[in-house]
């Protein structure tokens, strides 16, 4: 696989998972509405997409020894993989709607980050439970303060 689309390809997936994680962890703790974590969701999917993915090119122009065709590479695969990948997010929310879905798709999720952990730990010789213990214990510390930032926002402002 290009070491390009790998790269970026693990970055926009494992930032996809943590920003989704946390944005539906917060709005669901703060208004169980399937409308607003919907819209959420879709508005994430779209907007975090673009930014990292123009993060990524911008980054990848910085540096002379890449292509253009390496670049645009990068960028489209970031993209791709953050759009796709967080609207699967709302497939539990339309399947199950009720609570269950925050649940279903947090134990999913970070069974796809210790899947992912697991691969680029071995690929690189390295500590393999150190790596996951590492990401997902940084997966686990995003859930629970936008659980209590949501809490704590719908206390101030709809007590």
Not at 12 to 33: F, N, P, Y
Not at 34 to 59: E, K, P, Q, R
Not at 90 to 116: A, D, K
Not at 143 to 148: A, G, H, K, L, Q
Request: no cysteine; glycine share 4%; proline share 1%.
């Amino acid at each position: 696989m290009n070491q390009a689309i790998k790269t970026w390809a693990t970055f926009g997936i494992t930032s996809w998972i943590i920003t989704t994680l946390g944005l539906m962890v917060g709005l669901a703790s703060w208004t169980w509405s399937l409308m607003v974590v919907i819209w959420g969701i879709l508005t994430i999917a779209v907007a975090d997409s673009f930014s990292d993915a123009l993060g990524i090119h911008v980054s990848q122009e910085s540096d002379k020894k890449n292509s253009k065709k390496d670049i645009w590479l990068a960028t489209l695969t970031a993209f791709l993989a953050k759009l796709i990948f967080a609207l699967t997010f709302l497939l539990p929310i339309l399947i199950f709607w009720t609570q269950t879905w925050v649940i279903i798709n947090i134990i999913r999720w970070l069974l796809s980050l210790t899947f992912l952990s697991y691969k680029i730990a071995k690929s690189n010789k390295d500590n393999i439970w150190h790596a996951i213990l590492e990401h997902v214990g940084i997966a686990i510390v995003v859930i629970i303060s936008t659980y209590y930032i949501g809490k704590l926002i719908a206390h101030i402002f709809w007590a």
